[in-house]
């Protein structure tokens, strides 16, 4: 496939797959007319290279175990480094607690959510002409004569 249809099926503008490519994550093949060529497996490829960026691994450590990534699931790196694993350990911990922080934040924002829609559904059901529960009289600027006295007036308030 051509860089035109990688970029439409990864979502990913094609400047970034050229960069991509600059980087040594992914390669293509040139057709005889110079146009980039991907094979099909490329399309998983930059959908991890995605993920991997989002969680905030630089490109070079990507480029380092992409190897490990690709399927048949089999691992393997000949040249790990104590330093290569304390990077990819420090790199898991931290995407682990920012993947806390995201879902923590999710969470809130899903709980404000539904206490905002609830509260809608509330109210939907007091407009229409009427005023809402906090006694506030709604846009339609008439009055609410359900409650209350025939004059408009809530139960028991003194009238002038």
């Keep these: 496939m051509r860089i035109g249809e990688l970029s439409e099926r990864t979502g990913t503008p094609r400047r970034l797959l050229r960069y991509y490519e600059e980087q040594g994550l992914i390669a293509a093949r040139r057709s005889p007319n110079g146009y980039r060529e991907y094979d ?89 002409g009427t005023e809402d529960r906090s006694g506030t009289e709604d846009r339609s600027g008439t009055e609410d004569r359900s409650r209350g006295d025939a004059d408009g007036s809530a139960p028991g308030a003194r009238r002038p």
Excluded: S, W
């Design 40 to 128: 099909e497996r490329f399309v998983d490829r930059v959908t991890q290279i995605r993920g991997l960026l989002d969680a905030g691994l630089p490109t070079r450590i990507i480029k380092q175990i992409l190897p490990c990534l690709d399927k048949p699931r089999t691992i393997y790196f000949p040249d790990a480094t104590p330093e290569m694993i304390a990077t990819l350990r420090h790199e898991r911990d931290r995407m682990t607690d920012r993947i806390r922080c995201l879902t923590r934040n999710r969470d809130a924002i899903g709980e404000y959510l539904d206490a905002v829609l609830d509260y809608d559904r509330t109210e939907a059901g007091t407009r229409g």
